[in-house]
């Protein structure tokens, strides 16, 4: 059973709007969360990561959100750039593991 | 980046033969992981590895096994290849911290 879900597929968005992607965990031992951006024939990099004592961490264009009694997450860009196209994965894991548990991608095209 | 390598690239194998894809990292990671990635699926935990011939089942573990003598290199084995197992293959490396970095992947095709 998935423990990380990330209900939309796929997400169109225009150049300079924002972007806003959802994660849904149900596993209440997971208390760090991660997000990963892959580009096609290329391996996921590590993109931002927020930790259960917070419910916001900001990098440049990106921010994450965290609400831990709706055991959702979700990432903003802003404002979307045509180098954002790519899919996201969100990750999550507890403290006392060192295993990731992925949902399974949103595709993100950012039309000119 | 962490230096991690995957070979082959790509890789296309009859039905019931075995195959070994290689992890090589060169960051003296402790941890390593073999994952899988399927439309739909995300990516899914084949095996992990928590040091020098520590070795543990991931999610879809059936008809794979691993190997990891050195630190630096992981192998993954399919004993008898199957059509299911057609997919793309990463590996992963990562210490005490909490990201994971990704190698460039492996396309295998199961014919």
């Known amino acids: 059973d998935q423990q990380v879900k990330q209900n939309s597929p796929s997400l169109s968005v225009q150049e300079g709007r924002i972007s806003i992607l959802n994660c849904d965990y149900t596993n209440s031992m997971f208390d760090y969360f991660l997000w990963y951006k892959k580009y096609p024939a290329e391996g996921p990099t590590f993109l931002i990561s927020?930790?259960?004592?917070?419910d916001k961490n900001e990098d440049g264009r990106f921010t994450v959100f965290l609400n831990k009694s709706a055991k959702h997450l979700s990432l903003h860009i802003v404002p979307s750039q045509p180098g954002d196209s790519a899919v996201y994965f969100c990750?999550?894991?507890?403290?006392?593991?060192?295993?990731?548990?992925f949902g399974a991608g949103t595709t993100v095209t950012v039309r000119a | 980046d962490a230096g991690i390598t995957q070979s082959p690239r790509h890789k296309v194998t009859e039905t019931g033969t075995p195959v070994t894809l290689r992890c090589h990292q060169t960051e003296n990671h402790r941890y390593m992981y073999w994952y899988r990635q399927d439309p739909g699926h995300g990516l899914r935990l084949i095996h992990y590895s928590y040091g020098v011939k520590d070795t543990d089942k991931g999610e879809v573990s059936d008809g794979y096994s691993v190997s990891r003598s050195k630190t630096e290199d992981f192998l993954l084995t399919l004993e008898s290849a199957t059509s299911s197992q057609t997919s793309v293959y990463f590996c992963?490396?990562?210490?005490?911290?909490?990201?994971?970095?990704f190698g460039p992947g492996t396309r295998l095709t199961v014919t």
């Open positions: 992963a490396s990562g210490d005490n911290s909490y990201e994971q970095y």
């Open positions: 927020i930790s259960s004592i917070k």
């Open positions: 990750a999550a894991r507890s403290s006392n593991d060192y295993k990731l548990s």
